[in-house]
């Protein structure tokens, strides 16, 4: 009995051992070892090491598929052989889809011992691309020791994977934009992520496409290009959405436009809302169009350009900074999407003059009364005015108005301010154009004579006569209000220096031929003018003369081509008038200025021109008694600026009238 025991536990025993090896043999798997996909998806499997307790140093493998059915993207390393923190080293990395084969060899480096956990060697990442079912075959797998031998009992584990198939389908009508079906449409679509091109079958106007997820992902963005047999043709892109791909697919009707070679048609142009420096060219269209407007001051000549790019068919463009009272021409330019352009005939339109609404000068003798208008000119439409008209009190008051073109208008004067506010409108009537007064305002003059002070306006309101509140732009030009006086300027110290001068004979003034006139003019409103009648000795009638800067004297230098009279052998002077005016016209003409005027070369001063001239000279020159005295002035008469004998010889030789010496200087 006990000898058949022995021999029952040494049976076991040589069981146990037959079966250890099976047991203990790591295992290389495909993980999952099934995977059931859609065609087109992207998946991953591991291949995974069951050590079985030995220690693994290295791994390499061979995984078979088939090509047909899978495309491999990507190995990549996993944490098997690193899973303690040694370094490992990849020998091998390679896919080939071309037949269908992957490759991968990888071993620990730095370390003595192996690793003996669990874990993913490599994942491979694969796409699939046509249904069916597919196998993932290991082989020649290794794995090897701390010794660097091989272990020889392996288990492997491979995998499988179904492919089910997918369908993604694009259709749709292509018409023209007139509504018309487009026969037998030309309809080509390019993938622009992946570059593969799918050209449509069509049916009539109706095109179809039919593809897989292989070849159309979320995100993609595929281009249409659709045309007829006629050349005409669209292009656009769409992107495809989740929602595209849940659907497996879409519609997408297309239409191909027939080209547009019709220019827009005109219509309405006006210019409106005309001011004195602007205004606003309006037109229509009958089909979306850009806006471009040409115009200048002459006809024909558009110089000036305004363009809107926008597509309207109610087109507007505003000009502004324009002259005043002016015509311009225009013409209008529309030009539609298709580049069919038209442009309008000339038109024109006038600028309004400036408005302005004025009060002229006033003036009046102190506390006198005169009355001038408020006056709005170039208006239209105006409705109401309110305007205010501020002044020196101490100078002008205002005292009544009346007069007024509008229905109604009132006044509030306050004198002590030295403000008047003036309101008018019309109650009934309809809108005042043109020339419009205000008011005729009477003004009394409270100041002295030569007072003045500015009449200046402003306007707090000017608007249409219409039911909509609008304003009308204008300006002001103000007056000036002044207290006249009746004295004329005061005149005194009338003078001439050289008090006598020779006649200029050749109308060339030479030295000792000239005399400065001069004036002394004072006048408390303030001298305006003063002028001198030269017209005794051959000047104007009303000489200017200069008032001298920093002083109140008036003068002009002055030649004489007129003699003065002689009496009892001496020249009579000429009393040359003076008219001085102040800024009221006031005028004074009560002083005048003597001025001899001297033969020329009468050096004896009796009145003739003799050889006992000539000689006087001479006598004169050599200081001979009884011969002191000679005007200098007039015994140039060479006109080169000295006396010397050549002046006796010249005007010797002139009193005997030699040839060349006809002209005394």
């Known amino acids: 009995?006990?000898?058949?025991?022995?021999?029952?536990?040494?049976?076991?025993?040589?069981?146990?051992?037959?079966?250890?090896?099976?047991?203990?043999?790591?295992?290389?798997?495909?993980?999952?070892?099934?995977?059931?996909?859609?065609?087109?998806?992207?998946?991953?499997?591991?291949?995974?090491?069951?050590?079985?307790?030995?220690?693994?140093?290295?791994?390499?493998?061979?995984?078979?598929?088939?090509?047909?059915?899978?495309?491999?993207t990507e190995q990549t390393k996993g944490t098997f052989l690193s899973q303690d923190g040694a370094s490992t080293n990849v020998y091998k990395n390679k896919i080939n889809n071309t037949i269908g084969m992957i490759e991968y060899s990888e071993a620990r480096t730095g370390v003595t011992y192996g690793v003996t956990g669990y874990g993913i060697l490599s994942t491979i990442t694969f796409k699939a691309m046509e249904p069916g079912t597919c196998t993932l075959n290991l082989s020649d797998v290794r794995l090897s020791d701390p010794d660097a031998q091989y272990i020889t009992d392996l288990l492997v584990n491979n995998g499988s994977v179904e492919v089910i198939e997918t369908h993604f389908m694009i259709s749709g009508f292509v018409d023209y934009d007139n509504g018309d079906p487009v026969s037998a449409p030309n309809v080509t679509l390019t993938n622009l992520n992946t570059g593969e091109v799918f050209v449509a079958g069509t049916d009539a106007n109706h095109y179809e496409i039919s593809t897989n997820f292989v070849h159309v992902s979320s995100g993609d963005v595929l281009h249409f290009d659709a045309s007829d047999n006629l050349g005409n043709a669209t292009e656009f892109n769409h992107t495809v959405t989740q929602d595209d791909m849940d659907a497996g697919g879409f519609v997408q009707n297309i239409t191909i436009y027939i080209p547009d070679t019709t220019p827009p048609v005109i219509t309405n142009i006006s210019a409106t809302a005309v001011t004195k420096d602007s205004a606003t060219i309006i037109w229509d269209t009958d089909e979306p169009s850009d806006s471009l407007l040409r115009y200048g001051t002459e006809p024909g000549n558009y110089d000036q350009t305004v363009y809107s790019p926008e597509d309207m068919m109610h087109h507007s463009i505003d000009l502004t900074e324009l002259s005043l009272d002016t015509t311009y021409y225009y013409v209008v330019n529309s030009t539609d999407p298709s580049g069919n352009s038209l442009q309008s005939t000339e038109q024109s339109f006038k600028t309004f003059p400036e408005i302005v609404i004025s009060i002229d000068d006033?003036?009046?003798?102190?506390?006198?009364?005169?009355?001038?208008?408020?006056?709005?000119?170039?208006?239209?439409?105006?409705?109401?005015?309110?305007?205010?008209?501020?002044?020196?009190?101490?100078?002008?008051?205002?005292?009544?108005?009346?007069?007024?073109?509008?229905?109604?208008?009132?006044?509030?004067?306050?004198?002590?301010?030295?403000?008047?506010?003036?309101?008018?409108?019309?109650?009934?009537?309809?809108?005042?154009?043109?020339?419009?007064?205000?008011?005729?305002?009477?003004?009394?003059?409270?100041?002295?004579?030569?007072?003045?002070?500015?009449?200046?306006?402003?306007?707090?309101?000017?608007?249409?006569?219409?039911?909509?509140?609008?304003?009308?732009?204008?300006?002001?030009?103000?007056?000036?209000?002044?207290?006249?006086?009746?004295?004329?300027?005061?005149?005194?110290?009338?003078?001439?220096?050289?008090?006598?001068?020779?006649?200029?004979?050749?109308?060339?003034?030479?030295?000792?031929?000239?005399?400065?006139?001069?004036?002394?003019?004072?006048?408390?409103?303030?001298?305006?003018?003063?002028?001198?009648?030269?017209?005794?000795?051959?000047?104007?009638?009303?000489?200017?003369?200069?008032?001298?800067?920093?002083?109140?004297?008036?003068?002009?230098?002055?030649?004489?081509?007129?003699?003065?009279?002689?009496?009892?052998?001496?020249?009579?002077?000429?009393?040359?008038?003076?008219?001085?005016?102040?800024?009221?016209?006031?005028?004074?003409?009560?002083?005048?200025?003597?001025?001899?005027?001297?033969?020329?070369?009468?050096?004896?001063?009796?009145?003739?021109?003799?050889?006992?001239?000539?000689?006087?000279?001479?006598?004169?020159?050599?200081?001979?008694?009884?011969?002191?005295?000679?005007?200098?002035?007039?015994?140039?008469?060479?006109?080169?600026?000295?006396?010397?004998?050549?002046?006796?010889?010249?005007?010797?030789?002139?009193?005997?009238?030699?040839?060349?010496?006809?002209?005394?200087?």
């Open 362 to 665: 006033a003036s009046m003798l102190a506390g006198g009364n005169i009355t001038t208008p408020i006056m709005i000119s170039n208006i239209t439409n105006v409705g109401t005015a309110d305007i205010s008209l501020t002044y020196n009190q101490s100078v002008v008051h205002a005292i009544a108005i009346e007069g007024s073109d509008f229905d109604y208008a009132d006044a509030d004067i306050d004198n002590a301010i030295g403000r008047t506010r003036i309101g008018a409108f019309q109650t009934s009537s309809t809108g005042l154009n043109g020339s419009v007064r205000v008011v005729n305002i009477t003004l009394n003059a409270v100041g002295s004579g030569g007072d003045s002070t500015a009449l200046n306006l402003t306007i707090n309101e000017l608007k249409e006569a219409s039911s909509e509140e609008i304003s009308i732009p204008a300006s002001v030009h103000n007056g000036t209000f002044t207290v006249w006086e009746t004295t004329p300027p005061l005149v005194v110290n009338p003078a001439a220096d050289p008090p006598s001068i020779p006649e200029d004979t050749d109308f060339d003034p030479r030295w000792g031929e000239t005399s400065q006139l001069s004036v002394t003019v004072t006048d408390e409103c303030g001298v305006a003018s003063v002028a001198i009648n030269l017209t005794p000795i051959g000047g104007l009638p009303e000489q200017p003369m200069t008032r001298i800067p920093d002083t109140d004297i008036w003068a002009v230098t002055v030649s004489a081509s007129a003699g003065s009279a002689i009496f009892n052998e001496s020249y009579l002077p000429h009393n040359l008038t003076v008219c001085a005016s102040d800024r009221f016209g006031n005028v004074n003409t009560s002083a005048s200025i003597p001025l001899a005027v001297m033969r020329n070369g009468d050096v004896s001063s009796n009145g003739e021109v003799t050889l006992y001239d000539a000689t006087y000279l001479a006598n004169h020159i050599l200081n001979k008694p009884g011969f002191e005295t000679m005007n200098e002035l007039v015994a140039d008469v060479s006109g080169n600026g000295a006396v010397t004998f050549y002046d006796a010889m010249y005007l010797s030789k002139h009193v005997l009238a030699e040839f060349g010496y006809e002209v005394l200087h």
């Open 1 to 72: 009995m006990k000898q058949n025991e022995m021999y029952l536990i040494m049976a076991a025993i040589a069981l146990l051992c037959m079966a250890q090896p099976a047991l203990s043999a790591p295992i290389v798997s495909v993980e999952p070892s099934y995977v059931n996909i859609s065609q087109g998806d992207v998946f991953t499997v591991d291949i995974t090491v069951d050590p079985a307790g030995y220690e693994i140093m290295g791994a390499q493998y061979d995984l078979y598929f088939n090509n047909t059915l899978l495309n491999a």
